[in-house]
């Protein structure tokens, strides 16, 4: 969506010999009456509703033209030229569909003649109704959208445009099918907040709308198997206007750790990754890495319970939005049973800390060896009970690997957090997490204001019995401004991720789709999965 296109430009003069086609549009666009009726209405924020074409305020101002093409049979011409042409599939946070390359350049007479329309009779149609001095030149792209194909929520707001635009070239359609063109609502802080009109796209119908910091939209996942959602789409540019500073919305807050020994490790932790052998081979392979996968983390007995209380039905899960950034769930702390109260503790214990610096190298804590007792040749592991020394710490605590954490008599060596602030090492590390149940149409996006800062990922799943990947829902790591994949992480039963990131590194957990859904023939009670993310940060 943020790439640079090549502009289509109508035709310098007609070229002797050249085969044309007829592009003639609805009446509607002659109709003098009507075209003043529909300025009035736009600019004075009123609906018009006129069989041969419509406006609308709200939730942003946005008109329908059925019709479009006053030929069916041109329209059909048009549908079959495009049919031909080459498509490209297209995936990332936002998208999954194909498209074709840019429309401007293609010579093939229908696709030819729609560009020219669109850019002379219907160009000033739109300027006199708007009242935006429009550009002579468009983007102009085509797109298919087949089953589970879904674009999501944005606002198009890029590169001065002013006015999109789409045509719909479909078979009969339904609401069931999905491929809704979806408008939200928003609030005073311009962020989207619920989807409160949904337009099924409808043969040879043109929808268009004002790209405004409200514009906020998405075509829904297409439903049907069968049905292609073919389009047309692209803007029209314009002077720019003066945008609103976009909101920046707090961050989960940020902990140092609490004060529990290692005692909580051994009631939770398979013991095979307490050995410091154990450590030493997972450090290597990180600092590598940059990532690892431990599978089987937890206590078979321990993962069991935790996964129990996590169907428990009194936990209150709220909604976390908005949907330009991400849709899916989180859990209310307070609302928690007891045994999901403890892990939470534990993934924010000062042992854990100091385990993930064994694990990973970094200097979670003030006992982990930092960079300069490497270079100087004491870059040996921290063991978890505290003390810088190769001895196993299963050997030294093996009398209380079933005893209840405690917390320390003198915690006073614990530093606490300063403003949550944290450089890179300098200041006190902490953590910030949130226990995220996923289902159907969950997912988060790559987004302007993402932290860019060095941080340990770490995420933990639960309940994902016959998890297919082609059901979305896997975390992706990408470099900032770049669709490739560096990393993806799926979700596994207890399986430990940790992932490094750097200032460069961001991440998304791609859209679930509706194949997700025939997991329910295996699992009639599970509908998608839960995870425990957090991430912590030097």
Not at 100 to 110: A, C, D, I
Not at 179 to 202: A, C
Not at 329 to 350: G, H, I, N, V, W
Not at 418 to 437: D, F, M, Y
């Amino acid at each position: 969506m943020s790439a640079k296109r090549r502009r289509a430009s109508p035709p310098a003069g007609k070229k002797r010999g050249k085969r044309e086609a007829p592009a003639e549009l609805c009446a509607a666009m002659r109709d003098a009456a009507l075209r003043e009726r529909a300025a009035a209405a736009w600019g004075g924020g009123e609906p018009l509703r006129h069989e041969a074409a419509a406006v609308e305020p709200a939730p942003f101002r946005h008109g329908v033209i059925p019709g479009f093409l006053a030929s069916s049979a041109s329209a059909e011409a048009l549908r079959d030229e495009l049919l031909g042409l080459a498509f490209h599939r297209r995936r990332n946070d936002l998208l999954s569909l194909r498209q074709s390359e840019e429309l401007g350049g293609r010579t093939e007479p229908h696709v030819a003649a729609l560009r020219h329309a669109l850019c002379e009779e219907f160009r000033a149609w739109l300027s006199a109704v708007t009242q935006i001095e429009l550009e002579p030149t468009i983007d102009i792209s085509c797109a298919k959208y087949e089953y589970t194909d879904v674009l999501l929520c944005h606002d198009d707001e890029l590169e001065g445009r002013r006015i999109a635009f789409i045509l719909y070239l479909v078979p009969p359609w339904e609401k069931s099918d999905g491929g809704t063109l979806d408008l939200y609502s928003t609030d005073e802080r311009f962020q989207p907040q619920r989807i409160v009109k949904s337009l099924v796209p409808s043969w040879n119908t043109l929808v268009f709308f004002e790209v405004s910091p409200v514009s906020f939209h998405q075509v829904s996942e297409v439903l049907s198997e069968e049905k292609c959602r073919l389009s047309v789409s692209g803007w029209f540019h314009g002077p720019p206007v003066v945008r609103p500073a976009r909101h920046i919305e707090a961050a989960l807050p940020r902990s140092p750790h609490i004060p529990y020994d290692h005692e909580i490790l051994y009631e939770w932790i398979n013991l095979v990754y307490l050995d410091m052998d154990s450590q030493a081979q997972i450090q290597e392979e990180f600092e590598e890495r940059s990532e690892i996968l431990l599978k089987d983390f937890l206590k078979k007995e321990k993962y069991q319970l935790l996964c129990q209380a996590l169907e428990n039905k009194d936990i209150q899960w709220s909604s976390r939005g908005p949907a330009n950034k991400r849709l899916y769930e989180t859990a209310e702390e307070d609302s928690l049973p007891d045994m999901l109260k403890k892990f939470m503790q534990f993934l924010r214990s000062e042992a854990l800390f100091l385990l993930l610096s064994n694990f990973t190298g970094l200097k979670l804590h003030f006992l982990a060896p930092s960079d300069e007792d490497e270079d100087a040749g004491e870059g040996r592991a921290a063991d978890t009970a505290g003390h810088s020394s190769p001895k196993s710490e299963q050997e030294e605590t093996e009398q209380h690997a079933d005893g209840n954490p405690h917390q320390p008599d003198q915690p006073d060596n614990i530093p606490e957090a300063q403003g949550g602030e944290t450089q890179n090492g300098s200041g006190t590390p902490v953590c910030a997490g949130e226990l995220r149940r996923w289902a159907h149409g969950h997912y988060t996006l790559v987004h302007d204001a993402q932290a860019t800062e060095f941080a340990l990922d770490l995420l933990f799943f639960c309940g994902c019995e016959d998890w297919d990947p082609e059901y979305g829902g896997f975390t992706s790591y990408i470099a900032k401004g770049e669709d490739e994949e560096l990393l993806t992480v799926n979700p596994e039963d207890n399986c430990l991720a940790l992932v490094y990131r750097d200032k460069e590194t961001m991440k998304f957990v791609k859209y679930i789709n509706h194949r997700s859904l025939a997991r329910l023939k295996k699992h009639p009670n599970r509908t998608g999965f839960w995870d425990f993310s957090f991430v912590y940060y030097e």
